[in-house]
Each structure stands twice: as structure tokens, then as C-alpha cells.
């Protein structure tokens, strides 16, 4: 079969943010006496879902604190980071352009939650590109399990084998390798 769609990951892919989400982290975790470096964070929460993200460095900071207070604090950070400072990676908008011109369906499958992925696609004007977006918020489980490929595949109404997936993380990857999609 012939390639018909393109499926995105979001940050790191299409918005600059890693250094925002180590920030919205650092910050947040400070609030609570914690003290994350970048290197912590790059190694324990790159490409996790918030939850997990917040669930990690409860555990890992023996935090008496209930993990969704963690995830609201670097949810409330992020969005406004993001706003004030995303920027798109290079070259994406010309190749989602490509993508959209050559006939291509275009799709979104993050790990984000549903408000990062609309303080993302209204910072960089994105919208009108994606025919699917998929959040793995939206799922019991985010990457590495395949779940938001496996639905965004569904949104499409595609087979694996007509995709082809774009990713920056092994999280991503492997959740991409698990649901059959080429990379």
C-alpha cells in the first residue's frame, strides 16, 4: 500500500518545548522543596504523559503530596511558558505545508494533554494542517504502549502500513513500533 497519512509527535517535533517542560517541572517541583536538574529531567520524563510525568518525581522525591497537585502545578506552568515562549521547530511548517500540498492526511498523536496540544496549535497556528489529533491523556496508557497511534490510525481510517510516523523520543518510537507503524 502507498503512504497516505503523516502522524506527528508534538513536542520536540513540532514546537521547541523540551526546554520549557524541563523549566514548567523545575519550577513546580521547587514549590514543594524539590530540586530536579536537567539532566533529571531529560532522563525520567522525556515523551511521559503529565501524570506519569507528576507520578515520577512524587516517587522519586518521596513527595507527601497527591500527584495530581504536581500535575495541575506544571500543567498551569507549561500553558503559560508555551504561550509566551514556543516556538516551532525548524522547518515544520514547511513541511506540513509539503505534506498538506502533496495530499497527504496529517495527523497529531502526543503525549500532551489536550490543553498543552491547544496552547501549542494556537502559539504556532496550526490547526487548519491536522485532520486527526490524538492526546494521550485520552488513553489508560500513554507511550510507550501504542494506544494513541492505534486510535489516531482509527481517526484516519489508515492501516499502519499507510503511515508513516515522526517522532523525537524512545517512548514515541516504541509506542510507534508497537502499533505496526513504519518509521
Known sequence: MSMQ???FD???VIIDSEALWRQAQIDALAQWGATASVAECET???GKRLDDIAGTWCRYFQLDLAPQRLED???QRITRLIAAKGEPMRGVQEALRYFREA?????LATSSSRQVIAAVLNKLSLWHFFDAISSADDEPRGKPHPAV???TLRKLNLNASQCLVIEDSFT???AAQSAGLPR
Open 10 to 12: 508534538m513536542d520536540g
Open 5 to 7: 497519512a503523516v502522524i
Open 172 to 174: 514515541g518510537f516504541c
Open 103 to 107: 495530499g497527504y492526511k496529517i495527523a
Open 73 to 75: 502545578a506544571i500543567l
Open 149 to 151: 497511534y492505534l486510535t
Open 44 to 46: 525520567l520524563t522525556k
